[in-house]
């Protein structure tokens, strides 16, 4: 049974960094695809930023360009977001999702349909 679980979201202050993980079990990891989503109140959810089965390929949001970076390492079957100079209008639930070899990274965090999804992990930025 695929499973994706995410940790580390929080209360931070603007201009204070978080690092999300997602923990992947029951998925052959290595043929994945993996990306981070957000969802603000009220707001669809978008594509933050994807990372490609070997990790050699990484896409962003242009929001979070040169703040968030994403890795992943397949040996553990994990992913991670380190997110720096955070922002209020970074509030958002947060997921990680997988996709079976998609065309590409930029493809994967434009589209809303993946075969696996996370329950979410919340990032409040508030002074």
């Known amino acids: 049974q695929a499973q994706l679980v995410e940790a580390g979201g929080g209360l931070v202050q603007p201009g204070g960094s978080l690092r999300l993980s997602c923990a992947a079990s029951?998925?052959?990891?290595?043929?994945?695809?993996i990306g981070w989503f957000r969802q603000a109140p009220g707001k669809e959810r978008v594509g933050v930023s994807c990372?490609?089965?070997?990790?050699?390929?990484?896409s962003y949001r242009n929001a979070v360009k040169g703040r968030f970076t994403i890795s992943r390492d397949n040996a553990k079957k994990m992913v991670y977001l380190q997110m720096d100079n955070l922002k209020p209008g970074d509030t958002a639930n947060y997921y990680c999702?997988?996709?079976?070899?998609?065309?590409?990274?930029?493809?994967?965090?434009?589209?809303?349909?993946?075969?696996?999804w996370g329950q979410g992990t919340q990032v409040t930025v508030s002074s």
């Open positions: 029951g998925i052959t990891f290595e043929q994945y695809g």
């Open positions: 990372i490609s089965s070997s990790g050699g390929q990484t």
């Open positions: 999702a997988a996709l079976l070899s998609p065309l590409s990274v930029q493809a994967q965090c434009a589209n809303s349909q993946q075969d696996f």
